[in-house]
């Protein structure tokens, strides 16, 4: 190679040498113009995931709100890939509950933040979730016969007895239905049975169980007023009347308020309260009040007597029960505690946040209160069993709202002993 040839060779490297350093700060240019994410793009930050619950025959997911979201989307994992399941609206609807979820099943989920434009964010780390057997609820138990409500999932079911209180649990037999005949040598006034569900390997809780020894008051009818709180078939109601063998009726329907000026009969306590009336019934519970302060139901003042309003209509339905059942115990449950559906706020229980109406929900509590000193009736609070901190409000309800089945065995445990310490030992 001559000198010149060398020359040549020289020059060639440095021209590629110097058009690489300028192809790689053209891109290191262009990298640092885009958009490093999603999020960068949209300003919308992606959820964080607060709470995944694994409950009894539910799933649920809460998310921190997102700043600038106008709603978000819930993606679930199906045959390998994800695909949208919910679009939950306003920033502070963060949670998502499939009651449909079966019971050993894995279910994986992620969330994104979607704002105005058709902005979204990036999404949420994924979520895993493996849902339980739920606790069978005992719908009776006779001398020879033990009963229980279905659980969904379940392929067979064992039933338990045990001494006493402080015993331990024996299994007495097993059926793939639901109910057992109790065998003669199992039988006993004395005993507490229960029953637990099984899918496969799988197992549920058991119920903290019933017995035949403790007092029941067959000559007694109990009326229960209230809304979805109260409503269900496993709710603490029933059980409190079943437990004490009352004779009762359920007149609670999903969503219902005190009053407003549009629902129909099946939802409206106060109209429902003025057409049947109260005749009959040694004791009547009205559990209602929730919906009230979230659908922003008007307040009213201490003396109001307008139906529309809630003192007004609620001071109706007392002294409607007080004319019709002039002799029966009155009950006044003080409003449910619901979530504010928003784990980043101080205050999940919403207790001190303001409907439409400017009012908090323990203003209408407070209503309740005052009511029942007016007119002589007792007052019991759900949340001494319930829903009463940040904690409970996401491990014991099945949507920040609603008593989960361990939650309503707890209630009626509850109000079972406050009946039998105010009402029955009168």
Avoid at 68 to 82: L, M, P, R, T
Avoid at 137 to 158: F, P, Q
Avoid at 168 to 196: C, D, E
């Amino acid at each position: 190679m001559t000198m010149n040839d060398k020359q040549q060779s020289g020059s060639l490297r440095k021209k590629s040498i110097l058009s690489m350093s300028a192809a790689f700060l053209y891109l290191l240019a262009l990298l640092a113009l885009a958009p490093i994410s999603v999020s960068a793009k949209t300003g919308l930050k992606a959820p964080k995931i607060a709470e995944g619950i694994s409950g009894e025959g539910y799933g649920m997911v809460v998310w921190e709100p997102v700043k600038g979201a106008d709603g978000y989307e819930v993606w679930q994992k199906k045959n390998g890939s994800f695909v949208r399941v919910a679009s939950p609206n306003g920033r502070h609807h963060v949670y998502y509950s499939n009651h449909k979820a079966v019971p050993g099943k894995a279910y994986s989920y992620r969330i994104r933040a979607v704002g105005s434009g058709g902005r979204k964010s990036a999404f949420s780390k994924t979520v895993k979730l493996r849902i339980r057997l739920a606790t069978p609820v005992i719908r009776s138990l006779k001398k020879r016969k033990i009963s229980w409500y279905r659980v969904r999932g379940a392929t067979r079911y064992a039933v338990y007895m045990k001494k006493s209180k402080s015993g331990k649990w024996k299994r007495i037999g097993s059926t793939t239905g639901t109910s057992l005949t109790i065998r003669k040598k199992y039988r006993s006034r004395k005993a507490y049975y229960t029953v637990r569900a099984f899918r496969g390997s799988l197992k549920s809780g058991i119920d903290p169980g019933f017995t035949r020894k403790e007092k029941t008051y067959s000559s007694k009818k109990i009326l229960f007023e209230g809304d979805s709180i109260t409503y269900p078939y496993y709710s603490w109601a029933r059980r409190t009347a079943r437990a004490l063998g009352m004779h009762y009726t359920d007149r609670a329907r999903n969503a219902s308020r005190i009053t407003d000026s549009v629902s129909s009969i099946r939802r409206n306590i106060y109209r429902r309260s003025m057409k049947r009336g109260f005749k009959g019934y040694d004791i009547i519970v009205i559990a209602a009040g929730t919906n009230d302060w979230g659908n922003s139901i008007r307040l009213g003042k201490k003396k109001d007597t307008n139906p529309e309003s809630f003192y007004g209509a609620y001071r109706a339905i007392i002294k409607k029960a007080k004319k019709t059942a002039p002799k029966a115990v009155i009950v006044l449950c003080l409003p449910m505690d619901r979530g504010r559906k928003d784990p980043g706020h101080s205050d999940i229980l919403g207790t001190s946040y303001e409907n439409k109406q400017g009012r908090t929900l323990e203003k209408y509590r407070s209503a309740v209160r005052y009511l029942a000193r007016q007119y002589d009736c007792l007052v019991y609070d759900m949340a001494s069993a319930g829903v009463n901190s940040r904690k409970s409000a996401v491990e014991d309800t099945f949507d920040l709202l609603h008593p989960n089945y361990r939650t309503h065995i707890r209630i009626s445990q509850d109000f079972k002993k406050f009946l039998k310490k105010h009402v029955l030992s009168k």
